[in-house]
């Protein structure tokens, strides 16, 4: 009899840890902002209606992220791997979801971020959109320099940071305290594409040689 109540003990306690595990893995927290990349101009992403976003919590790899398949298949994460090419000390992965009011459709984004310790950081974003035109990024509203890449089958739009002005740069932060996402605003160097219904960007105030980092973008967008 002691037999079978500690077998059906230890297997309540297995169903409850692995509810828990399960509830946890893709865990929705509290967020506020959205991070827009800005040059493209505010509302081009998902228009001007009041959007509202669903956050996960970060994680530190795609295998534990809620990314869906669609994403996923457009993104090669594999380049990114490399500490020979760029050294990090922390990495996190944003995934945040936005649903359209009109349709119904969702929308994902995700944001890699490599931090070192010095606080330099390299930061890959990928979105989720319907349709969109990079030719309006055809000069720096400051004066930043702007350079054309021709990628394997798209064009790269890049600005540099060459004045001491720029538009508002925000990338997201969790917060243990408040388990929740904030953003962080700053002034970067930036790379944009769109290939197939998806937005790529990369961010980064890291040191790093141009030509590497467009070959590595390149491949994050095959």
Known sequence: MKKIIIAMIVSVLLIAK???????????IEGSGFVNPRQIGEFILYG??????????????????????????KVNFSPLENKNVFDYDE?????????????????????LQYFSNDQDFIIF?????????????????????????????????????TTNMALTYHYYYYSEEDNSVNLVSTAVNEIYTYKDGILYHVAYTNEIDNDVLIDIFDRFTE
């Open 91 to 111: 990495k996190l992965l944003f995934v945040v979801e936005h649903e359209d009011n009109k349709s119904g459709q969702i929308f994902q984004h995700l944001q």
């Open 18 to 28: 692995l509810t828990s595990c399960s509830t946890d893995e893709h865990e929705t």
């Open 48 to 73: 001007k209606d009041d959007n509202t976003f669903e956050y996960y919590k970060p994680v530190s790899s795609v295998e534990e992220s809620k990314i869906g398949s669609k994403l996923l298949s």
């Open 125 to 161: 974003s990928a979105y989720e959109v319907m349709e969109l035109d990079l030719d309006l990024i055809n000069q720096d509203k400051f004066g930043n320099e702007i350079n054309i890449y021709q990628l394997d089958n798209e064009t790269a739009i890049q600005v540099e940071l």
